[in-house]
Nanobody
Framework: QVQVVESGGGLVQPGGSLRLSCAAS???????????MGWYRQAPGKQRELVATITSGGTTNYADSVKGRFTISRDNAKNTVYLQMNSLKPEDTAVYYCNAGTAVINYWGQGTQVTVSS
């Protein structure tokens, strides 16, 4: 009943920036119950890891590897979450997935590729 769609990925040189967007849509009864939204990433041959999360109240959490470089924000009116990525490093290369969750279930997007390379 909830669709999660990511956008904004691409190829960028080290030190560059990208802004990812994630929009959640579906039944209003579920959309209104979304508590947390966040970003996860998975590089080839590696496990999926948390990047950043934000609650409906604005509380944020970041992986140590991205603190000070990435900023997560949320537009509750649009049910959209953003990830501003600055000072990108090659090790940030991964497929980035958006997650939106209620108290009962998590919804995942299809992922968007971020490649950091010179």
């Amino acid at each position: 009943q909830v669709q999660v769609v990511e956008s904004g990925g691409g190829l960028v040189q080290p030190g560059g920036s990208l802004r990812l967007s994630c929009a959640a849509s579906g039944a209003s009864g579920i959309i209104l119950r979304l508590y947390a939204m966040g970003w996860y990433r998975q590089a080839p041959g590696k496990q999926r890891e948390l990047v950043a999360t934000i609650t409906s109240g604005g509380t944020t959490n970041y992986a140590d590897s991205v603190k000070g470089r990435f900023t997560i924000s949320r537009d509750n009116a649009k049910n959209t979450v953003y990830l501003q990525m600055n000072s990108l490093k090659p090790e940030d290369t991964a497929v980035y997935y958006c997650n939106a969750g209620t108290a009962v279930i998590n919804y995942w997007g299809q992922g968007t590729q971020v490649t950091v390379s010179s």
